[in-house]
Nanobody, 125 residues
Framework: QVQLVESGGGSVQAGGSLRLSCVAS????????MGWYRQAPGKQRELVAT???????????DYADSVKDRFTISRDNAKNTVYLQMSSLKPEDTAVYYC???????????????WGQGTQVTVSS
């Protein structure tokens, strides 16, 4: 069973920083992509940042425009872990942040998306 466990959320003052971590269980699993989404109260879930595996090319990274130059996503494939370093946080960043992973191996599960339970990030003025 794939399990994604997020940590690092909390309450911070505007301008502060937080680092989110997401660990995917099971060394048998390989992921074609891992990333972060968020959902604020009364709003739909939105993409924050993703890291896509690209083999020898090194993959690719994508950020939402609202977080560019403030957030940094990184991935440790050996640990099946993805991080989100958040700096210069704003009140509008307040949301539940969800880790996402897309299965590559085993092939029987390829393409399947898995989600963590979310971690709350609250940014006060």
């Amino acid at each position: 069973q794939v399990q994604l466990v997020e940590s690092g959320g909390g309450s911070v003052q505007a301008g502060g920083s937080l680092r989110l971590s997401c660990v995917a269980s099971g060394v048998i699993f390989r992921f074609s992509a891992m990333g972060w989404y968020r959902q604020a109260p009364g709003k739909q879930r939105e993409l924050v940042a993703t890291v896509t595996s690209g083999g020898t090319s090194g993959g690719s990274i994508d950020y939402a425009d609202s977080v560019k130059d403030r957030f940094t996503i990184s991935r440790d494939n050996a640990k099946n872990t993805v991080y989100l370093q958040m700096s210069s946080l704003k009140p509008e960043d307040t949301a539940v942040y969800y880790c996402n992973a897309k299965i590559s191996v085993p092939v029987s599960l390829r393409g399947r998306d898995y989600w963590g339970q979310g971690t709350q990030v609250t940014v006060s003025s």
